[in-house]
């Protein structure tokens, strides 16, 4: 199969699953042309790929659950592991996201957002004339 039969299959691009075969999570057969040759064992493998990155995994990560996803003795605890970590990861950066949220909330609040140069906004940025209250 070729890699644009591939790319629409597996809902990537084609520069991304070039990218996934430099690094060597997939290495699909070569033609005797040099053309890549994608088996269906491929697309289900960038298919995964495409799915686990969605979810934010890091290619690392991706390298390692395809690697356990391949292992029919793998035991499930090591697949567990790699996901608890990256929900722990994606946990703190909600609390970081809700942290940002709430100042930015504070400055939009406090910024009368009128043709007066006065900007709180600007003046938290630039490191002066913080508000009463902490953000």
């Known amino acids: 199969m070729k890699i644009?039969?591939?790319?629409?299959?597996?809902?990537?691009?084609?520069?991304?699953?070039?990218?996934?075969?430099?690094?060597g999570?997939?290495?699909p057969m070569r033609r005797d042309n040099g053309y890549r040759d994608f088996s269906e064992r491929d697309v289900h493998n960038l298919k995964f790929l495409a799915r686990a990155r969605r979810l934010g995994f890091s290619v690392e990560d991706c390298r390692q659950l395809l690697g356990l996803y391949a292992d029919q003795k793998r035991a499930s605890k090591d697949v567990k592991q790699i996901a608890m970590a990256h929900l722990l990861d994606i946990e703190q950066k909600i609390n970081e996201l809700e942290g940002m949220r709430a100042t930015l909330e504070t400055l939009v609040k406090h910024c009368k957002g009128n043709h007066r140069p006065d900007c709180p906004i600007l003046n938290d940025l630039a490191?002066?004339?913080p508000l009463a209250h902490k953000l």
């Open 4 to 23: 644009r039969e591939v790319a629409q299959q597996a809902h990537l691009s084609e520069k991304t699953i070039r990218y996934y075969e430099d690094i």
């Open 25 to 27: 999570l997939v290495q």
């Open 127 to 129: 490191g002066s004339k």
